[in-house]
């Protein structure tokens, strides 16, 4: 490896070192038991996990918990991207190192979830009702979110560009499900 290399790996590792550091610092400052976002946070967190838990079709949990954990994944690399790119951010956290993590392990998963298992149950069409499930989320849930300083955006980032994010979560989230599906069905024929 190059000097300059490994002088700039090394400025990156103390950098992030010391951002950790700070946001560790702003955690126990702010964001800690003592504040009802705090509180708030960790019910959007097990609220929504218990409702699942009793709402789940325990013969479809396996197909409804692979979507699940599809959009949790991709909304968790989302928030990953766009907090470190500056474009948004979640000013109270259950933990320092997890930001935005009750509604991308939790809320907006298991809302998906539930809507793919009713348009299962009552065969409707599962890519209408993501586009309003979507549309409800950004336009309705997310300006509470901001109005309570859960969540502050910034770069020109707004609700519209956060309901394309719903859908295209979505979207991707359903379109590999849909490929596991296949498989399955083509390897037990």
Known sequence: MKEEQLKQLN??????????QL?????????????WQFWLDTLLLIVPLIVLFILIDKNKMLLLGFF???YHVWFSYATSIAVSLGLWEYPYQIAPFLPGFSFSASLIPVCFMLLYQ????????IYLYAVILSAIIAFVLEPIMVKLHLLHMF???????LFLLFVALFIVSKLITNL??????????
């Open 68 to 70: 699940g954990l599809n």
């Open 180 to 189: 596991f599906l296949w498989l399955q069905e083509k390897e037990t024929k």
């Open 23 to 35: 946001e560790n610092e702003y955690w126990t400052s702010f964001s800690n038991f003592g504040v």
């Open 118 to 125: 009713w348009t299962l149950i009552h065969k409707k069409d």
């Open 11 to 20: 400025k990156i590792r103390s950098m992030t070192e010391e951002v950790n």
């Open 155 to 161: 770069k020109g980032v707004n609700y519209v560009h």
